[in-house]
């Protein structure tokens, strides 16, 4: 009955989502109004995004992009409010203004499609751990720097289309490889079309803008939490997922966000979907100092109404809490000189006491702490930015260890599984890359068209990953430690993209395992090139 109700609700969804579509074209009809905005998404990776960090970090100013940016029209609305607080000029800022300013002005609120082709290549050696347990032949995601939602497409069409001053649909498709044979050898590159990833669909959004209310639906990235090289929440990392997203935003003081997101990513049609909700609250005090507050849920239950309201505490919901995980975080971010960002998150897994005690989980630990400095500048260095982090994840963080017969359901843990001759999995966590049970270093230096990165990393056995899934969880850990370099750049008139990397990684006691040695190296290339990009407005089809 309950994999009914789910289906039920995902007819529904569908039908509700596809059915508006021509709704938004009629309010297109009507009389064209002043003042179109344009709302196509702004990603963390993207260039706007992080030339508003540097402004703001530069001015002593807590950057409100980190929480608050969902489009490009709020990023022109954040670096308006910048402009009117800070008359005088510096020097370290003309290139950032100059730049904004050019790509601000090439938005219009116009319909864009844009098609592209590449070409991608990753050479990685995958060292042999096996030692007669085909557990570890498995391929882990988090052993290798070049992650596999980094790679190119070799096809790659996008549309965002302002269907009325107040609605904007966004849709992205494209082939790239499939992850299932990355552990299959050392030279990834497709051989014949079933090499092929058979889910094209990136993203099909669409937001309603009404004001200081948002609402945005349909298949896209979820970014949630403070972090620029992992987050303890939601970090940018995880696969496109299906969601629904409210958000509040008072100018750049205050944010309230509410998240309902589908967390499994699966061709078997016989396992239950995971549902993850999220509330989050932040305020921004003084410009320099932004405080949030935020509660996650997962569950493998369907659709709750209590859940979906977002002024509701979820640990104040007694709603069967074995089928239930709650996970809390408070996230704090400071400029205390121009130039200068310190942050921090603290997140703890399940602190519903009673619901621990009575399943003889009172004493693990389930917490996690992320500290971290931006460092726009250093030592004067233009068009740089420095970036450290220091992460520690429990061992029980993003896991949940009851109930017994089915553990899986109830982690903050993105499964991408096939239903072939041999069921595979692909696991990635919802909240930090490293998952849990590790205290890491990160730290990276941005300069110009550079990116360096170092990492000392020393993990522990996760204990969902475990073969037994056994308590305590083993003590023996592996130290790493990962040089590399990233190079990106656009050429020919912003016609052509280069992207290539080459990592380098020396494990001692790989995969936990005593004695088990192993340096292996990954180098990365890839090529896009855009076909066209056109561009009009919608009143003139009308």
Not at 156 to 173: A, E, I, Y
Not at 441 to 457: A, N
């Amino acid at each position: 009955m309950e994999l009914m109700s789910i289906n039920k609700w995902d007819k529904m969804y569908k039908l509700f989502f596809f059915g508006l579509i021509p709704v938004f074209f009629l309010l297109n009809m009507l009389p064209a109004q002043q003042g179109r905005n344009h709302h196509s998404r702004v990603y963390e990776r993207d260039e706007i995004f992080g030339l508003l960090n540097k402004l703001y970090i530069l001015s002593g100013e807590v950057n409100p992009a980190q929480d608050y940016i969902l489009t490009l029209q709020d990023a022109k609305d954040f670096y308006d409010s910048w402009k009117e607080r800070n008359g005088d000029i510096k020097d370290e800022q003309k290139n950032i203004i100059q730049r904004l300013d050019e790509l601000f002005s090439a938005a219009h609120g116009e319909v864009e499609v844009n098609l592209g082709i590449g070409i991608d290549y990753l050479h990685h050696t995958v060292p042999d751990c096996t030692q007669s347990d085909p557990f570890y032949n498995a391929f882990k995601d988090k052993d290798f720097s070049v992650k596999y939602e980094n790679r190119e497409r070799f096809f790659d069409l996008q549309v965002n289309m302002p269907l009325h001053k107040n609605l904007f649909l966004s849709t992205r498709t494209s082939f790239r490889n499939d992850w299932k044979k990355m552990n299959a050898r050392q030279n990834d590159f497709p051989r014949d079309l079933k090499e092929i990833n058979i889910n094209v669909n990136e993203r099909a959004a669409l937001l309603f803008h009404f004001s200081r209310i948002k609402l945005y639906t349909g298949l896209d990235r979820i970014s949630v939490g403070v972090g620029n090289l992992g987050k303890l929440l939601v970090s940018e990392g995880i696969p496109e997922t299906h969601f629904l997203q409210l958000q509040y935003r008072y100018k750049d003081k205050l944010a309230f966000n509410h998240y309902i997101a589908s967390m499994r990513n699966t061709t078997l049609e016989d396992e239950r979907p995971k549902i993850m909700y999220i509330h989050r609250i932040t305020y921004r005090f003084f410009n320099r100092v932004a405080f949030s507050l935020s509660e996650m849920l997962m569950t493998n239950q369907s659709i709750n109404a209590a859940y979906i309201n977002p002024f509701l505490f979820f640990h104040n919901i007694y709603d069967y809490p074995e089928q239930r995980n709650v996970l809390t975080a408070a996230d704090l971010e400071v400029t205390p000189l121009p130039g200068i960002k310190l942050y921090g998150s603290f997140a703890v897994d399940e602190i519903d006491v009673e619901s621990l005690e009575e399943n003889g989980d009172k004493g693990r630990e389930a917490w996690g702490l992320l500290a971290g400095i931006d460092w726009v500048h250093p030592f004067h260095l233009e068009n740089s930015v420095f970036t450290a982090e220091y992460v520690k994840l429990t061992e029980w963080l993003y896991n949940h260890g009851f109930p017994w017969f089915d553990y899986y359901t109830l982690n903050f843990v993105f499964e991408e599984k096939q239903g072939l001759r041999d069921t595979e999995e692909f696991h990635r966590f919802s909240g930090h890359p490293l998952g849990a049970n590790a205290i890491a270093f990160l730290s990276r230096m941005r300069w110009e068209s550079f990116d360096f990165h170092f990492r000392f990393i020393r993990q522990g056995e996760i204990p969902i990953f475990s073969r037994s899934f056994s308590r305590p969880v083993s003590e023996q850990k592996e130290n790493r430690i990962v040089l590399g370099i990233n190079y990106h750049k656009w050429f020919w008139n912003d016609k052509l993209e280069l992207n290539t990397a080459l990592f380098h990684t020396s494990c001692k006691d790989f995969h936990q395992r005593p004695g088990l040695d192993a340096d292996f190296t990954e180098f990365w290339i890839g090529l896009k090139y855009n076909l066209f990009n056109f561009k009009w407005d919608m009143q003139d089809l009308f």
